[in-house]
């Protein structure tokens, strides 16, 4: 693992009164004016500036008017899970009579509206299909759907392919011709944002006249959490949905099913971070769709009952636990593939395969072992009649979507179907190509990376002086965010006195520091260490990446480093 230092750019911003460490860690993230740290919901992009909204809110004011039944079809993640939610719960707050939600098994129906979909689908009777989260590349199941009579509107985020639907409107930022500025909106901001501009066309026709007008900033917790559990990029727009949603959990105005999970996970409400959401809310509402049905996280987000809400939060975190549990045993038996292959003969490309491995956790295993080995990696599954689903991630630097397109160019017989982005693929082949596409796939990254980009590295803010180890700092840090996605958590690096060690749950290594000076001494802890390096009797200085972090204990805080990286020095 190398850290490097994080860019900056030749000029730094006039970014105010910030202190001058703030002003450069913003300045490193692309922040060019003090506009673009305003977090105020006037600053947010204009929703005129969507292609198809009109069209879309034309489809949902006649379908008030008229008392439809609307069916919105969901994604099963959490991003699937939320817009679903903020779908039915924003509808019903601005007067829609008849909303229910339909979210696919994905192992009985896949990913995106299906005909088969549609299928089971028309047994709701409805009368106007919303797709959120999915739907730009469903050009079958949307024929399926208006050849059945259904009106359509596909909200969505993900890139379209050559062909798209024929619904009769569609949003989203990233089909060809819309100019919104920002391209990365989750599902669930794309269905906000067509609530925004729904509530706006319902107001200018008079419909609030004689009654309060709803407030749709009640869902934006919800908006905030699927934006960081689907860990699209934290741009200045994202950053405002994301910094409202936060601040409406701290001040105890969250979702019921979003109190519950935090409670069942012990974490205060109040202290709730960005990275809260991604790592502590995300999972356990992600392990149902993963394992099982992604109803019951939907039924925990979307029910007003505080005891209905605690009692499907015990069975999602029930469910989490079952996911770290079959993500720990794929794990040892993917380490095990790998173990006696010698690093000069390990592949660029990684692809792994065990006929019983679970379909729903594979993403997570390719996650981790790209994480372990450096390099972009699919974990495959068995789907069933002779198929296998596969699931990758990729590095900085290798766009695994478009190398599957290669592949698939090369061997037009291998793969079966595939989708992704950059960083993340999906994709079915049948049992006998695997070994081909394995030898495919990894020619084509051995074709775009050298080996030394597959050592791994941590961008480092640079090193913090023994004065700047102190609470207001922290404090400080974990409040200038939301970080995220292209908007990192501020990291640290330095040598550091190793002072005491010892492991904690398994395999979490706490440690007391003193700074290189030995004037200061700090506690640290760095989760998921390899025990067969630590804890070291004989390591005394270590170089560390760090995060300045602040931990409460009995009512006290302190400074805490969460570190990412630690070797002997």
């Not at 934006?227 to 405002?240: C, G, M, Q």
């Not at 969250?254 to 809310?281: H, N, Q, Y």
């Not at 149902?288 to 029910?303: F, H, V």
């Not at 398994?506 to 007391?512: A, Q």
């Amino acid at each position: 693992m190398r850290i490097e230092p994080r860019q900056l750019p030749d000029t730094l911003p006039l970014l105010g009164d910030l202190p001058p460490l703030l002003t450069r860690l913003y300045a490193a993230r692309g922040v060019q004016s003090v506009a673009e740290l305003d977090k105020s919901l006037a600053r947010l992009i204009p929703y005129q500036q969507l292609k198809g909204i009109d069209a879309a809110v034309d489809l949902l004011v006649t379908a008030l008017e008229q008392r439809q039944r609307i069916l919105i079809v969901g994604d099963f993640d959490a991003d699937g899970a939320t817009a679903s939610t903020v779908g039915v719960l924003g509808l019903r707050l601005l007067g829609a009579a008849h909303v229910d939600y339909l979210v696919p098994n994905r192992f009985e129906y896949g990913y995106g509206l299906t005909p088969e979909i549609v299928e089971v689908a028309l047994e709701r009777e409805p009368q106007l299909l919303i797709t959120v989260d999915n739907g730009i590349s469903s050009v079958e199941g949307v024929a399926a759907a208006k050849a059945a009579g259904l009106k359509v509107l596909v909200t969505d985020h993900h890139l379209p392919g050559l062909e798209l639907p024929a619904a009769d409107a569609i949003v989203n930022p990233n089909q060809p011709g819309c100019e919104f500025p920002s391209k990365a909106l989750a599902g669930v901001g794309v269905i906000f944002y067509v609530l925004m501009a729904l509530r706006a066309r319902l107001r200018s026709l008079g419909w609030y006249a004689t009654k309060p007008q709803p407030n749709i900033g009640e869902l934006l917790d919800l908006v905030a959490l699927g934006s960081v559990a689907d860990v699209v990029p934290l741009d200045a727009n994202n950053r405002i949905l994301v910094h409202q949603g936060l601040e409406r959990i701290r001040a105890g105005r969250a979702r019921p099913g979003i109190k519950a999970i935090l409670e069942v996970a012990k974490r205060d409400p109040s202290r709730i971070t960005s990275t809260d959401l991604g790592f502590i809310l995300g999972p356990r509402l992600n392990a149902a769709g993963r394992l099982d049905d992604m109803s019951l996280g939907i039924e925990c987000l979307l029910t007003d009952d505080p005891a209905l809400a605690r009692e499907m939060a015990a069975q999602l975190d029930g469910m989490n636990q079952d996911r770290k549990s079959i993500e720990q045993g794929m794990q040892r038996e993917a380490l095990a593939q790998l173990k006696d292959l010698p690093v000069e003969s390990m592949p660029f490309g990684l692809c792994l395969f065990d006929p019983q491995w679970h379909q729903g956790v594979i993403g997570i295993l390719a996650s981790r072992m790209k994480e372990r080995y450096f390099r972009p990696t699919i974990a495959f599954a068995d789907a069933g009649d002779g198929l296998l689903k596969g699931s990758g991630r990729s590095v900085a630097g290798f766009h695994i979507r478009d190398a599957l397109s290669v592949v698939a160019a090369q061997h037009p017989t291998l793969i079966s179907k595939y989708g992704g982005h950059a960083m993340a693929a999906g994709l079915t082949l049948p049992e006998a190509n695997f070994p081909l596409f394995a030898e495919a796939f990894d020619a084509e990254v051995r074709r775009q990376l050298r080996e030394e980009d597959l050592t791994g590295r941590l961008l480092s803010d640079g090193t913090l002086a023994v004065e700047e180890f102190h609470l207001e700092l922290a404090r400080a840090l974990r409040h200038a965010g939301p970080w995220g996605q292209h908007f990192p958590e501020p990291m640290f690096h330095g040598v550091f006195q190793l002072v005491e060690q010892r492991v904690v749950g398994e395999r979490h290594l706490k440690v007391v520091l003193k700074s290189e000076c030995g004037s200061v001494k700090l506690d640290g802890i760095a989760f998921g260490i390899d025990r067969e390096i630590w804890p070291n009797p004989t390591v005394r200085w270590v170089e560390l990446a760090y995060k300045l972090d602040l931990n409460e204990f009995r009512g006290q805080e302190t400074v805490q480093l969460m570190i990412a990286h630690i070797e002997p020095r």
